[in-house]
């Protein structure tokens, strides 16, 4: 007859009582008892008979971690998290002594002392954590079309990503970005992307095509409205930066001018991660090629500068090392380029105050308002122009195919 449980768990504890006072020879006839009794293997009934007068005590139950950050907080950390374009904890964390005056002075935010505290010890973690919920992520497949330019490239150097050590803002790489849609073609608008190695400083400015006069002419706009004096332009291969009228100019100038090393685009890093950061997660991938269309991308810039510069914290690589097969990689703390250009020994005093007055009037929350009605701009004049040309495109197939 097989016993329940409960009745193997009473023989159990009657023999356990004798098993724990009996000698060796005893405590083998015992177990071989309780082995024919309940059935159990011989290693598991020496086990229970072990524990069955010291029963082990319950498990816990899962701690429950009190609430420090709470909905106020969290309400208020991502309406902050959204006015900063959703940048992530460890960039963000540094950024909110900075940016919480800002906001208030504007009239965006009204905190409590108590959530004000809060946000200001709060960790970079944290953040992370508390966003994971409304936090969306985004990846686009970057695409290139630069063709390289043959001419006078023997009489500009190379320059890789490893000597630029520059520490003294002027020394910027430029890049073009292409809005065609993912249909190569000639007369499509670019972006000629300018940015600051040291600082950080970023620069956007379209243009209609590839044509290097355009390029040249926007590259000069740029360099009027940059808050440091330019002294070194370092370009990829394509033809529209290595010409004859470009090099000039930089001789010129007196500005170093130097190339990166065909496909490579780790030579042009600091340019290259801001094609996406600053271009793309403003614009998109679609196709702009109208004239109304570059207007509005020229006039987004002008408020993304503003945005991106004065309002956008980066963190820079200060070390990289290998440790076996692993690479190790330490950055500084996040800080704006207006901040870093604020600290730098080489800027002029007069260009500090010029940057210092342009920021005590800026509101990062209107800037944003901006970027996103001039967004929704670009989106309704391309619903337009595919609303004009799907008719012209039904047409054509039905020419071939008739």
């Known amino acids: 007859m097989e016993l329940t449980m409960r009745q193997r768990q009473a023989v ?5 009582q004798e098993y724990q006072k ?42 429950r971690r009190s609430v420090i950050y709470d909905r106020e907080v969290f309400r208020a950390l991502a309406q ?3 006015i900063c374009d959703g940048i992530c904890g460890k960039r963000l964390a540094p950024y909110l002594p900075e940016i919480i005056p800002v906001l208030e002075r504007c009239g965006e935010l009204s905190l409590t002392s108590e959530v004000r505290q809060k946000l200001l010890q709060i960790s970079a973690a944290t953040i992370d954590r508390l966003l994971a919920p409304v936090r969306q992520r985004y990846q686009l497949r970057p695409r290139t079309t630069t063709k390289p330019g043959t001419l006078l490239k023997h009489q500009i150097p190379i320059r890789t990503f490893s000597d630029w050590d520059e520490a003294r803002p002027g020394f910027v790489e430029v890049d073009l970005v ?7 073609g000639p007369d499509v608008i670019q972006t000629l992307d300018l940015t600051d190695v040291a600082s950080g400083w970023t620069e956007t400015q379209a243009v209609q095509n590839k044509a290097q006069v355009w390029v040249f ?48 685009k780790n030579d042009s890093c ?24 570059l207007q509005v991308l020229n006039e987004l810039y002008s408020y993304l500068r503003l945005y991106t510069n004065y309002f956008q914290p980066v963190m820079k690589l200060v070390e990289k090392k290998r440790v076996g097969s692993r690479v190790q990689k330490r950055y500084d703390r996040a800080k704006t380029p207006y901040q870093r250009l604020r600290e730098s020994p080489q800027l002029e005093e007069a260009a500090k105050r010029r940057l210092e007055a ?9 800037l944003q308002r901006q970027l996103e009605r001039l967004a929704g701009r670009l989106s309704e004049l391309g619903r337009r122009k595919r609303a004009v040309r799907a008719p012209e495109e039904r047409r054509d197939l039905e020419y071939i195919f008739s």
Do not use: M
């Open 22 to 63: 009996a000698h060796k020879k005893r405590k083998g006839q015992i177990l071989d008892t309780l082995v024919q009794l309940t059935g159990y293997q011989r290693s598991y009934a020496a086990r229970v008979l072990r524990q069955a007068l010291h029963p082990r005590p319950p498990r816990p139950g899962k701690r």
């Open 217 to 264: 002419a926007a590259l000069q706009q740029i360099q009027a409205r940059l808050p440091f004096k330019l002294l070194g332009l370092d370009s990829d291969n394509g033809s529209e930066f290595i010409n004859d009228q470009l090099r000039r100019f930089c001789q010129e100038q007196k500005i170093t001018f130097t190339r990166s090393r065909p496909y490579r």
């Open 358 to 366: 342009e920021y005590a009037q800026l509101n990062p929350a209107e």
């Open 12 to 16: 159990t504890r009657r023999l356990a």
């Open 178 to 184: 292409s809005h065609d849609g993912g249909i190569p």
């Open 270 to 293: 600091f340019v290259e991660q801001k094609n996406y950061s600053v271009v793309r997660r403003a614009v998109g991938y679609a196709r702009y090629d109208r004239s109304e269309e």
């Open 80 to 82: 902050i998290w959204v």
